[in-house]
């Protein structure tokens, strides 16, 4: 089984920690976010990954192979311009000879593919949408059906007096080749807006697989990749790579006179000084060095951030190689990668571009 995955947004959401990394290649709980994608594809049959190019590919590629280390194969596509979410798909074409899985890049869920399939083949669809419910979907495409599953209405973005249910689409699609004869070639094009669209004015077989179950969030923006974070590490979000309370890496040394406290993971060769607390949850990624005294609480850090004595992180994520002064503060901020924050420096509510050097 084929899964085809969007990749090709620019991350305008996540900005400025996808100024120089992917969406697709943010760390969650110190791996790619991909990563975990591919893993739950793997569990449920999926041997060959296309994944649709576009911004920073290459640290993609760079990363995953052609993924025989995982056993599976892994084509990199590229679009010569974003094609959109339908004309992305389109460009995979030939590749896309049987009934194949299309997935948004964004979303991490742990979706029941198998089942999905199975009603899928069950009811003779040419297309299937995975939905989940969202207190709020005027961000997402709400999605109406009919008491047998199939899709009645598909409302991309809806308006207040639109919201007529809150099934949304999960952005985890099964699509026959068919679909693909009502997408043309080398043309921006929505599937949202138009493939679906005209897979209902000709009455095709086009159904809803309803999931209220499983677990289900798009990491688009950062509060929803923190979130994300948080779930995996707290067990919300089922992580079989984690084991309970504080996990340190290899090389990791920490001060028996530090605190951490709650769900903490800790990289490898890090260490975390005197007096330090650790207030969970929280993740640190490889060769972090948190100084004497200093206090993070409900962050994430990426790899290679450097923290100075007495200072104090919350709500925050700090990206490659951030570098924190001592006696500062940052609260509810995000950091690009290769950031510089002098002493005594209090930052709120701040997004700070990479290689920023900020001076007192
Ligand atoms: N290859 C390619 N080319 N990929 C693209 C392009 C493009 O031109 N434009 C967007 N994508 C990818 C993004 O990288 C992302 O993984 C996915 O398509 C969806 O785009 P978003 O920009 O994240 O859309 P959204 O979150 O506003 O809405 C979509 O997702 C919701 C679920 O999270 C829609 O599919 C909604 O209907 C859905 O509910
Ligand atoms: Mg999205």
Same mark, same amino acid.
Request: proline fraction near 5%; hydrophobic fraction near 35%.
């Given at each position: ?11 305008? &959401? ?5 100024i ?10 110190n791996?790619?976010f ?13 041997d060959?990954?296309? $994944?649709? &190019? ?48 299309? $997935?948004n ?15 899928? %083949? ?5 297309a ?20 047998d ?50 897979l ?21 923006? &950062? ?12 067990? %919300? ?25 709650? &769900? ?14 650790i ?67 209090? $930052? ?12 007192n």
């Open positions: 089984m084929k899964a085809l995955i969007l990749v090709g947004g620019l991350g305008t &959401r996540l900005r400025p920690l996808t120089n990394t992917p969406k697709a290649m943010m760390p969650v709980l791996r790619p991909m990563a975990h994608v591919i893993d739950h594809l793997r569990k449920h049959g999926v060959e990954i296309i $994944l649709t &190019r576009g911004h920073l590919a290459k640290q993609m590629e760079s990363y995953f192979g052609d993924g025989s280390k995982l056993g599976i194969t892994i084509r990199y596509i590229d679009e010569s311009r974003p094609l959109g979410t339908a004309g992305g798909i389109k460009n995979c074409e030939q590749y896309l000879n049987d009934t194949f899985f299309a $997935l890049g964004d979303v991490f869920s742990t979706i029941n593919l198998t089942e999905m399939l199975k009603a899928h %083949r069950g009811k003779g669809a040419v299937t949408i995975a939905l989940t419910p969202v207190e709020n979907p005027s961000a997402f495409g709400l999605v109406e059906t009919e008491s599953g199939r899709i009645k209405r598909f409302i991309e973005k809806p308006k207040p007096d639109e919201m007529t249910t809150d099934m949304i689409n999960a952005g985890c699609y099964i699509l026959e080749p068919e679909v693909l004869g009502y997408i043309q070639h080398d043309t921006v094009t929505s599937i949202e807006r138009e493939t679906f669209q005209s209902l004015k000709n009455h095709r077989p086009f159904y809803a697989y309803n999931d209220r179950e499983s677990y289900w969030i798009d990491m688009g923006n &950062r509060d929803k990749y923190c979130q994300l974070n948080m779930d995996m590490l707290t067990g %919300r979000c089922p992580c079989p790579a984690l084991s309970s309370g504080v996990q340190t890496g290899e090389g990791t040394v920490v001060d028996s006179s530090a605190k951490l406290e709650g &769900r903490v993971v800790v990289g490898n060769n890090c260490r975390i000084g005197a007096g330090v607390t207030a969970g949850p929280a993740i640190f990624g490889d060769n972090c060095t948190i100084s004497d005294n200093s206090f993070i609480g409900n962050a994430v850090f990426w790899n290679g951030v450097k923290v100075g004595n007495n200072s104090s992180i919350d709500n925050s994520i700090l990206a490659d190689n951030c570098l924190v002064s001592e006696c500062s503060r940052i609260s509810t901020s995000a950091l690009a990668d290769g950031v510089f924050i002098p002493s005594s420096m209090i $930052l709120i509510d701040s997004q700070i571009w990479p290689g920023t050097i900020l001076s």
